[in-house]
């Protein structure tokens, strides 16, 4: 059957990034002999120039009504005083999408295992996973911003706790079994739900263990030992914070892809990172993200397993060739890239 996908570009190197996701996508509907429906809609910055709106309502219903999305990226200082701004946008789509588990792996292709700034032995091998809760917390919290006081609530209920969680565990169940959930429990009070909640949703999974870390510790432990970890599981702002941080291990933020998923209904594949304004517009940004975000999409949301394998490692190859973007210290184009990975997909 069709599969109905919505692509969202967004803004700045989103528009770069999508081009190239797509054209991998039509390639793999010519391959596997199947047929993805894309619709593009504007989201974001684009959504505020074309609609007045960073999520203007068709966008949303598209969504609603699609079997995946893909978002490129949102935001840029054209639209930084806009009295809705391009984030807004987003973390509304993630709200009235229920998006409440964000997937975001963290792996070092071979290839460029030696330009981490990290030691090689220490990124050698890392293989992990954070689990970031997407829409609740602090970003979702009432707000106040008075001339000289401002605040921003963070609320989180068991129940939001507990989905999470028993995501990760499902996820360190198909993995090494084991969970680190971060929190700040020696002084938020939302910690310590969040703790004691770990625990209990622990004991549904007595076949994985969990352990507990103060985030300002696992943000040393993510440099030093990245290789300890299994699943991580945390917070929205704590999460945000520590897979940017992740993406210093392989070495670029624009190599990381992210799924986000609701109990039911369509799923949202993005690059974890932004639309990088300061290297917009220059076919100079890493695709990687978007293309390995599409391969997530087919994998997680259509089961094809082994599609999602050939791209991720046609990716590989290209980067085993020596073809890296400026990121990584190469000179490739983001559309020269794009090309290799699709005469490597052919050949
Ligand atoms: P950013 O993630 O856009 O960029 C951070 C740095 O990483 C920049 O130096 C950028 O050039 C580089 N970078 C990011 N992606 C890259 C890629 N694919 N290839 C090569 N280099 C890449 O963060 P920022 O500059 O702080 O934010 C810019 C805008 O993006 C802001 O408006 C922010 O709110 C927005 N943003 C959007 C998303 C999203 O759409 N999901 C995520 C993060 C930030
Ligand atoms: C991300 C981004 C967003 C977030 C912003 C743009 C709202 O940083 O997807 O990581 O903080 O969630
Ligand atoms: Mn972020």
Same mark, same amino acid.
């Given at each position: 059957?069709? /599969? ?6 967004? %803004? &700045?190197?989103? /528009? ?14 010519? +391959? %596997? ?8 809609? !504007? ?28 978002? &490129? ?9 806009? !009295? /809705?701004?391009? #984030? ?28 981490? !700034? =990290?030691?090689e032995e220490n990124v050698k091998d890392v293989d992990f996973i954070v689990v970031r809760e997407l829409t609740g917390g602090i970003y979702f919290g009432e707000k106040r911003l008075d001339e000289d006081q401002a605040s921003d609530l963070c609320t989180y209920t068991k129940t939001e706790i507990q989905r999470i969680i028993r995501k990760a565990f499902e996820i360190a169940r198909t993995?090494? /079994? ?21 625990? #209990?949703? *622990? +004991? ?5 263990? =969990? ?7 696992? *943000? ?45 209904? !369509? ?12 290297? *917009? ?12 975000? *599409?391969?997530?999409?087919?994998? +997680?949301?259509? &089961?094809?397993?082994?599609?999602? +394998?050939?791209? #991720? ?30 005469? #490597?997909?052919?050949?």
């Amino acid at each position: 059957m069709t /599969k109905r996908i919505i692509a969202l570009p967004g %803004d &700045g190197i989103g /528009k770069e990034i999508m081009d190239s996701a797509l054209r991998i996508l039509s390639e793999i509907m010519v +391959q %596997d002999s199947i047929d993805f429906d894309i619709q593009e809609y !504007p989201f974001g910055g684009a959504g505020i120039d074309s609609e007045g709106d960073p999520l203007p309502e068709k966008t949303l219903k598209a969504c609603q009504e699609s079997d995946a999305i893909l978002l &490129g990226a949102i935001g840029g200082p054209k639209w930084d005083q806009a !009295p /809705k701004r391009p #984030e807004q946008g987003l973390l509304g789509l993630r709200k009235a999408l229920g998006l409440f588990a964000n997937i975001r792996p963290i792996s070092v292709p071979k290839a460029v295992i030696h330009l981490s !700034p =990290l030691k090689e032995e220490n990124v050698k091998d890392v293989d992990f996973i954070v689990v970031r809760e997407l829409t609740g917390g602090i970003y979702f919290g009432e707000k106040r911003l008075d001339e000289d006081q401002a605040s921003d609530l963070c609320t989180y209920t068991k129940t939001e706790i507990q989905r999470i969680i028993r995501k990760a565990f499902e996820i360190a169940r198909t993995r090494n /079994k084991k969970v680190t959930s971060v929190d700040k429990a020696n002084v938020l009070a939302t910690s310590k739900l969040w703790r004691q909640t770990a625990d #209990e949703v *622990a +004991q549904e999974f007595p076949d994985c263990t =969990l352990e507990h870390q103060l985030v300002d510790s696992a *943000a040393m432990v993510m440099i030093t030992r990245p290789k300890d970890f299994d699943v991580i599981v945390t917070e929205n702002l704590f999460g945000d914070i520590l897979s940017d941080e992740a993406s210093v291990i392989p070495g670029s933020l624009g190599m990381m892809p992210s799924a986000s998923h609701s109990e039911s209904g !369509p799923s949202l594949y993005e690059p974890i990172h932004g639309s990088a304004p300061d290297i *917009a517009g220059q076919d100079i940004a890493n695709p990687m993200s978007m293309i390995l975000s *599409a391969a997530m999409m087919l994998r +997680q949301s259509f &089961g094809m397993e082994e599609t999602a +394998q050939k791209i #991720e490692s046609a990716c590989d190859q290209v980067m085993n060739a020596g073809v890296l973007t400026k990121d990584l210290g190469g000179n490739a184009g983001t559309r020269e890239f794009t090309d290799a990975v699709l005469k #490597e997909l052919r050949s």
